[in-house]
């Protein structure tokens, strides 16, 4: 335990220059080194704790603040339109206008508008006459099944049935390095 207090202190104090040349070579340097991981990622993770705390209590100051200039603005909308129906508005085929030096109070008019169920809708239309126009037919690839017949060797794409190799455009081996990894 001792030989581990001397170590964490000479690393401790290992100036700039001397971290870049400084290595592990053996078994102690590494276990500190990966007390050190821990330490810094239970260090992050109490940050977090706290952050996210001070984040919640800024959302909750946020959503008292949203629901008070919503109950307001409720209000004052209200009264607005009491007071619209007792003047002249500007009207046109959609919409009816007053305007204010603050601003514009706007009506706009009802509207008969298409809800739709898309699916429900393409079924029903596929049993109709005259209407094939109306339905699309979209071509995709079937990239797991072709996946599943190619094999990568060195630079080549092969076909494992045909034993071909394959040309496609939009088709290239990308090289994913391996990853190094700590688990506790």
């Not at 001792?2 to 276990?31: P, Q, Y």
């Not at 993770?45 to 952050?51: D, H, I, K, L, Y």
């Not at 508008?113 to 079924?123: N, P």
């Amino acid at each position: 335990m001792d030989e581990n207090f001397r170590l964490s202190d000479l690393f401790l104090n290992v100036e700039e220059e001397e971290k870049e040349t400084w290595k592990i070579d053996n078994d102690n340097k590494a276990d500190w080194a990966l007390d050190k991981i821990k330490e810094s990622s239970e260090e992050y993770e109490r940050f977090e704790r706290v952050a996210v705390n001070k984040i919640n209590q800024i959302k909750v100051a946020l959503d008292q603040e949203k629901k008070k200039m919503e109950n307001e603005k409720s209000f004052f909308e209200s009264k607005l339109r009491e007071y619209i129906e007792t003047v002249k508005m500007k009207e046109t085929k959609t919409q009816k206008t007053y305007s204010l030096p603050a601003g514009k109070i706007i009506i706009k008019k009802d509207k008969s508008d298409f809800k739709i169920d898309k699916e429900k809708v393409l079924e029903s239309i596929k049993v109709l006459e005259g209407y094939e126009d109306y339905i699309k037919v979209k071509e995709d690839l079937a990239w797991g099944d072709l996946k599943k017949n190619l094999i990568i060797d060195n630079e080549n794409i092969i076909n494992k049935i045909t034993g071909e190799v394959i040309e496609v455009e939009g088709l290239d081996i990308e090289m994913k390095p391996g990853k190094f990894e700590i688990k506790f």
